[in-house]
């Protein structure tokens, strides 16, 4: 057991280090709970491989959209794309305001998605019938879709959108 203390490596002195921590082939879920950047995480991901993986969760202090949509690249690069069923990802304060919606469709590839939780407060997501329907079509088996965002004012959803993402 590893006693509590900080350890706070650069990302690129991990990456200089050549990690490589080989296939965990037995891990279904996998939880980050950090303040340092989605630096660290990509930078162990990238040098692991999960081919079981069926839980991700990731909390991290500020994390941006750009960030965020680099962890779902290397996520799906973990050879978990087609096992992968819950995603959540939190942070408590975003650095960008007016996010591209391209970003939520990078987690299309997990096609056998079930759970989705994403918080972004004051990083609007613009989710509209279109992108709703979009993904929707992507996650035939999800049971639970949660984006929240404090700052998000108005909804463009509407209920004709929303029933026909549910077909």
Wanted: hydrophobic share 40%; net charge neutral.
């Amino acid at each position: 057991m590893i006693g509590w203390k900080n350890i706070y490596p650069s990302s690129s002195e991990l990456a200089e280090n050549h990690l490589d921590f080989g296939p965990f082939l037995n891990l279904t879920a996998l939880s980050f709970t950090v303040r340092t950047p989605a630096a660290y995480i990509m930078t162990l991901m990238q040098h692991s491989d999960f081919p079981s993986l069926k839980q991700f969760t990731m909390r991290v202090d500020t994390l941006s959209w750009a960030e965020a949509g680099q962890v779902v690249r290397v996520l799906s690069q973990c050879k978990a794309c087609q096992i992968l069923k819950q995603i959540e990802m939190h942070t408590y304060a975003s650095d960008v305001q007016d996010p591209h919606r391209s970003y939520l469709t990078h987690f299309c590839c997990f096609t056998q998605l079930r759970i989705l939780q994403l918080t972004f407060p004051g990083c609007c997501i613009h989710l509209d019938n279109d992108l709703l329907l979009g993904i929707m079509s992507s996650w035939p088996h999800l049971r639970s879709l949660d984006l929240k965002d404090s700052y998000q004012t108005q909804g463009t959803i509407t209920f004709r959108g929303l029933f026909a993402a549910l077909r």
